[in-house]
């Protein structure tokens, strides 16, 4: 068979199957090119750009966006700073934290869907209505919960904190409900790891004397180890769609040093209708994010290697 | 094993289990008490005082925050609104992106990797960058009669959106699924002379429910709750409302009366506890995981 007619049967192949896949992939890449891969390129053209969305004029202006994002005030390096600060201090805690209750719930014998479902709540509850909640229980005067308890019950607290106008207190408050938010998620995903670990493993350390501890350090650490991966990479991705909590909680106040990228975004396109500089701190966003995964990822690979996996 | 060794096994391993117990109820109340303060406080009458102390378990059962949210007018547009988004959004979209993640598991074509390369590739990307040139497209997709706006404010655009935004990562979690249904079952209706379609209908839809169902509920969930993208695209126009704008709205206009927006809250969120509550031994959770740590 020569060349010619190998490269033709190849065609063929290819056409085949094209025809044959299109009918499944084409309604779906049809939506994916119009409303997501179109938008990311228009997306690009947009920061480059000074964009006007009523009378649609755009005039390519070249990186001036990028430069008055970064270096005209101070605002974007307080939001890039608070989504690293928060995925720093939510992840290890959401972690921790799910990995030891799925960890207690897989061990009793009876009852495990009550507290399932009790702590997955907060995660099936919307964005809004939790913010709404916290925002109430950080109420500025003694009518919020946490100044009730600390100024009038404890008598720990002199004055009422006024918690969500503060810089470090609002950062505070973004931080417990992001971990309260997740917590049950990641508990839910390391649940069902955990049930896929053999029982008889358990059985024999325990019969061996081993200790709840011991049992926990050895045997469950080790084969969820994949999974906390998948948590903590997808926690940490999440952690740069910070947006609802903020904007209810604290608006960015004071002076932004609360605020994150995601709602510096919104402001700049929604309230001051800078689409061009909002456009720039998405890309900047992004790839923050892609660096991020090929990072984590690298570390992960590397430690899959060293324990022989 | 001696009888008397097993007892005290037996023992040590009840008092493990009690203080377990104890250690899980303890934790679940605190983590409870937002919801806690909520229910108490949607029995409250907060008028223009907020109620001193506050509440953490409810004192007297009154209603009337209750009722006056439901006779709200727009309320119930609103409540209206998100049902029928969601649903038709979540058929749609979990009925594409069945089709999806089938061409990309079992039919191969040129080119088929570096495409899935590209919706993994958009997963990554933050959630609205997207929405000021989706906002344009919509806006320029005018040749339905009667639209002068194009698809803003209209529920198709955002049912479009919505639909769109899915795929990517529904084809990515589905394919997982299909993948590990064996080859050899499809076998048995390409002898029966059928194709493509009788193998996705007759073996790989029935056999792959869990993961659809499961799949179904979250995106159910994500739908009921997303806010953002309803602001933007339908947040002008009253008649589109949906639950979570309309609980923002409450506490934008009513900013003392927390029992409004409580209630409505827990209106909001009564048919999401028991959709989970009932679905929850059904949901395959470990496959959630397993494509992203296998791939």
Request: charged fraction near 10%.
């Amino acid at each position: 068979m020569n060349s010619m007619s190998l490269r033709k049967k190849r065609f063929h192949k290819g056409l085949r199957g094209w025809l044959s896949a299109l009918p499944f992939i084409l309604p779906g890449l049809i939506l994916v090119t119009v409303f997501i891969i179109y938008p990311m390129l228009f997306t690009i053209r947009i920061s480059l750009s000074d964009y006007r969305i009523v009378t649609g004029d755009i005039t390519y202006i070249g990186l001036t966006n990028f430069k008055n994002v970064l270096f005209e005030t101070k605002e974007f390096w307080y939001a890039y700073r608070n989504n690293f600060l928060y995925a720093i201090v939510t992840v290890p805690l959401i972690i921790f934290g799910g990995l030891l209750f799925s960890y207690l719930v897989n061990n009793l014998k009876h009852g495990q869907s009550i507290f399932k479902v009790g702590f997955y709540l907060p995660v099936i509850t919307s964005w809004v209505i939790v913010s709404l909640v916290f925002k109430y229980m950080f109420g500025n005067s003694n009518t919020g919960m946490l100044n009730y308890l600390l100024v009038d019950v404890f008598h720990i607290l002199d004055d009422y904190v006024p918690w969500l106008y503060r810089e470090w207190t609002g950062n505070g408050a973004i931080w417990v409900m992001g971990i309260w938010k997740n917590m049950g998620w990641a508990m839910l995903i390391f649940l069902a790891a955990l049930q896929s670990i053999p029982k008889d493993l358990y059985e024999s350390a325990s019969i061996d004397g081993a200790g709840i501890w011991a049992k926990f350090r050895y045997i469950t650490i080790s084969a969820v180890k994949p999974t906390i991966y998948f948590v903590m990479v997808n926690m940490i991705i999440g952690s740069f769609n910070v947006f609802i909590q903020v904007m209810l909680l604290t608006s960015g106040n004071p002076n932004g040093t609360t605020s994150v990228l995601q709602y510096l975004l919104y402001n700049r396109a929604f309230s001051k209708f800078e689409f061009g500089e909002a456009s720039a701190i998405g890309l900047i966003s992004a790839v923050t994010i892609i660096l991020l995964t090929v990072l984590l990822n690298k570390i992960f690979l590397l430690d899959e290697k060293e324990s022989g996996v | 094993m001696s009888i008397n060794k097993y007892q005290k096994f037996k023992t040590r391993d009840r008092i493990t289990q009690g203080f377990i117990w104890l250690f899980l109820l303890i934790a679940l109340f605190i983590f409870s008490l937002p919801f806690l303060i909520m229910i108490a406080s949607s029995f409250e009458e907060f008028s223009y005082v907020l109620p001193y102390p506050p509440k953490i378990f409810p004192t007297s059962l009154d209603f009337s925050a209750y009722q006056y949210i439901i006779t709200q007018h727009n309320f119930l547009t609103a409540l209206k609104n998100s049902v029928i988004n969601t649903s038709i959004t979540v058929v749609i979209a979990v009925f594409i992106s069945s089709l999806s993640a089938y061409g990309f598991s079992r039919i191969e074509f040129p080119g088929r990797e570096a495409l899935f390369a590209v919706y993994l590739f958009t997963l990554m990307m933050p959630g609205f960058l997207n929405i000021i040139p989706q906002f344009i497209v919509l806006k320029n997709i005018t040749f339905i009669p009667g639209l002068p706006n194009g698809l803003i404010g209209s529920r198709f655009g955002l049912i479009l959106i919505y639909v769109a935004t899915s795929i990517c990562g529904n084809t990515f979690f589905l394919r997982g699924f299909f993948k590990t249904v064996p080859k050899a079952l499809s076998e048995s209706v390409v002898v029966d002379g059928g194709g493509h379609f009788s193998i996705f209908f007759r073996i790989i839809l029935p056999l792959s429910t869990p993961a659809i169902g499961t799949m179904g509920i979250f995106a159910l969930q994500g739908f009921w709750e997303e806010y953002f993208t309803a602001k933007v695209l339908v947040g002008a126009n009253e008649n589109m409302i949906t639950l979570p704008l309309l609980l923002q709205r409450l506490n934008g206009e009513h900013a003392t009366r927390w029992e409004w927006v409580f209630a409505a809250s827990i209106l909001a969120l009564i048919p999401v506890i028991i959709l989970f509550i009932i679905s929850q031994k059904k949901l395959v959770i470990g496959g959630l995981t397993q494509g992203a740590v296998k791939e």
